[in-house]
Structures are given as C-alpha cells and as structure tokens.
C-alpha cells in the first residue's frame, strides 16, 4: 500500500526556522496537505495543494513540493506551534492516505 | 461558522455494533463530501471513509471495508457511520471532516471527535 514519510520528530529553538518533509512516489503528481494537531484537539488544515494557507493561518506557515518530497517550512516557529503535523496526499488511485506524523519541539 | 458535533461513540464489546452521527452546520451540507477519519490512543490519523455530497459515491479504506457503512441525511445535515463486527484495533477518536470543496477527498474542518473503546 502507498505510504508517505515523514520524520518521527523536529526540534527547533523559538524563532528558528522548522521544516518537516513528506515523501511519497506519487508527490509528483499529487497535491500535497498539511495538517497540525495540538494535544487533545482536532487537526487543523494549515497547508493546502502544496502551497497555499487558508485564511487564519500564520503567513510564517509555508508549502512547498519538488519531486517525490513536500515540505513544510515554519518560519520563525514559536512555542504555540508545538504539535503533531500531518502530510496528506491520495495515492495514483485516488486514495487518501496520512503520512505518520511528525511531532515538533519549539525549545 | 461550521461546526461538526460527533456523538454515538463509547465502549463497546469486539464483534458488536455501534454508530456514530455527526450533526452539521454553517455550511450547506448537501453539495459537500464528508469522511471519518480515525486516531488510535497515541498513533497518527487514519483515513476510514469518505461519501459524496449527495451520497451516491461512497469509499472505504481495506481495514474497514465490508464491516463499516457510511451514510447521510442530508434533509437532517447529518453524517452517520455504522460500525459492525468491531476489533480492538478499532478502537480510537473518530473525527467527522468536512471536504474542502465539492466531491474532493481532502478535509478542511473536522470535529473534535467521540471515543469507541472496543473492549471486553
């Protein structure tokens, strides 16, 4: 079955800068999405094809996708955006799978 | 503002039944698709099912498929999910999402969740 990758973990220190990839064989492809979850919520949608953030969310929120990797970069990352993200992408045939997950220290 | 409300979950012996609802509101419920998508105790977001926005189209991930149904009520802007023959490993937080545009499979707003325990 299609699986996207993702690091168990990143730590970064307030104010520098976080990426977290995803990796996948149909990325090239496929749109790529972002999802942050704080503990005991729901998730949020933060990244959306690729690129693109919906409204409300931070501008140091940023997408971006080459190849068979997407990647989600916080610029400048904060204590308040510690959490578990998610990548989302569907598979050739359309069916949509979560990358596992990458929790994210800011300390 | 949408809001997604879950109810119906709780605990449950394996091999039992069980369904949930999800209640919808501030957006129009009908020309949207909506999914379920579950989170077992301390793992990451699993995909378990998705149907059209007039609920003709429905989809299923393998682990689920043939035990789970999932429908809608969109007279009642509702999202229901049956659960039959349920395992422990079913047990986790079903989220109802709603899809980010038409018949898409990609989620935008999601529910804060009701817990299934499947345990004797």
């Known amino acids: 079955s299609y699986e996207l990758t993702q690091p168990p973990s990143v730590s970064v220190s307030p104010g520098q800068t976080a990426r977290i990839t995803c990796s996948g064989d149909a990325l090239p492809k496929k749109y790529a999405y972002w999802y942050q979850q704080k503990s005991g919520q729901a998730p949020v949608l933060v990244i959306y094809?690729?690129?693109k953030r919906p409204s409300g969310i931070p501008e140091r929120f940023s997408g971006s996708s080459s190849g068979t990797m997407a990647t989600l970069t916080i610029s400048g990352a904060q204590v308040e955006d510690e959490g578990d993200y998610y990548c989302?992408?569907?598979?050739?045939?359309?069916?949509?799978?979560f990358g596992g997950g990458t929790k994210l220290t800011v300390l | 503002e949408v809001q997604l409300l879950e109810s119906g979950g709780g605990l449950v012996q394996p091999g039992g039944s069980l369904r949930l609802s999800c209640a919808a509101s501030?957006?129009?419920?009908?020309?949207?698709?909506m999914s379920w998508v579950r989170q077992a105790p301390g793992k990451g977001l699993e995909w378990g099912s998705s149907i059209s926005g007039s609920g003709g189209s429905t989809y299923y991930a393998n682990s689920v498929k043939g035990r789970f149904t999932i429908s809608r009520d969109n007279s009642k802007n509702t999202l229901y999910l049956q659960m039959n023959s349920l395992r422990a490993e079913d047990t986790a937080v079903y989220y109802c999402?709603?899809?980010?545009?038409?018949?898409?499979?990609?989620?935008?707003?999601w529910g804060q969740g009701t817990l299934v325990t499947v345990s004797s």
């Open positions: 094809e690729d690129s």
């Open positions: 501030g957006f129009t419920f009908s020309i949207y698709a």
């Open positions: 999402a709603k899809s980010i545009e038409g018949n898409s499979s990609v989620v935008d707003y």
């Open positions: 989302y992408s569907t598979d050739n045939s359309g069916n949509p799978v």
